[in-house]
Antibody, heavy 119, light 110 residues
């Protein structure tokens, strides 16, 4: 069965950096686009970024553009999110999700990892 | 990109039907048939309930249905059950090759 397991969350000071990872299993990772979606405490979902199956295409929400970088390692079935210049408003649970690109929806989600940006 | 507009809360009694609306613009909801709906129970990850406006993934109850008219999509849950109590989010693909979510609707089963 499809499994997505995020890791790397934690407490970081404003201006700091953090790298999130998502370990995928139960499907052919290299065949699928992937995405990061976040949820601030008590708030709604916010799409963050996506990456194509071969890493050729990426895109970012305006709120993170220039600060976050999405990447993947198909040999290791791993999705990553490098987060730099973190702000208090980046505090959220970060989910990785499989993206069905032909129909533009997210069919499987991980359990999330909490990132807290605070001094 | 502004979030799609959903009612903050809706409620219904067991056995009744409810509808949650999701309003966007011609650049997202109105421009594509790529609206999806997600159910989220407290402390859990979102779960896909509807994709491409009205399609149900395998395993999702046929009590869940979706539709769209113009810039507004809707999720209808019929024969409400206690287990349906959760937060519901709509999402749409956009003309900027991004995705936008609604603010979420808390469904209370009375």
């Amino acid at each position: 069965q499809v499994q997505l397991v995020e890791s790397g969350g934690g407490l970081v000071k404003p201006g700091g950096s953090l790298r999130l990872s998502c370990a995928a299993s139960g499907f052919t990772f290299s065949d699928y686009y992937m995405s990061w979606i976040r949820q601030a405490p008590g708030k709604g979902l916010e799409w963050v970024s996506y990456i194509s199956s071969s890493s050729s295409y990426t895109n970012y929400a305006d709120s993170v553009k220039g600060r976050f970088t999405i990447s993947r390692d198909n040999a290791k079935n791993s999705l990553n999110l490098q987060m730099n210049s973190l702000r208090v408003e980046d505090t959220a649970v970060y989910y990785c999700a499989r993206l069905i690109v032909a129909n533009e929806y997210f069919d499987y989600w991980g359990q999330g990892t909490l990132v807290t940006v605070s001094s | 990109q502004s979030a799609l507009t959903q009612p903050a809360s809706v409620s219904g009694s067991p056995g009744q039907s409810i509808t949650i609306s999701c309003t966007g613009t011609s650049s997202d909801v109105g421009g594509y048939n790529y609206v999806s709906w997600y159910q989220q129970h407290p402390g859990k990850a979102p779960k896909l309930m509807i994709y491409d406006v009205s399609n149900r993934p395998s395993g999702v109850s046929n009590r869940f249905s979706g539709s769209k008219s113009g810039n507004t999509a809707s999720l209808t849950i019929s024969e409400l059950q206690a287990e349906d109590e959760a937060d519901y989010y709509c999402s749409s693909y956009t003309s900027s090759r991004t995705w936008v979510f609604g603010g979420g609707t808390k469904l209370t089963v009375l």
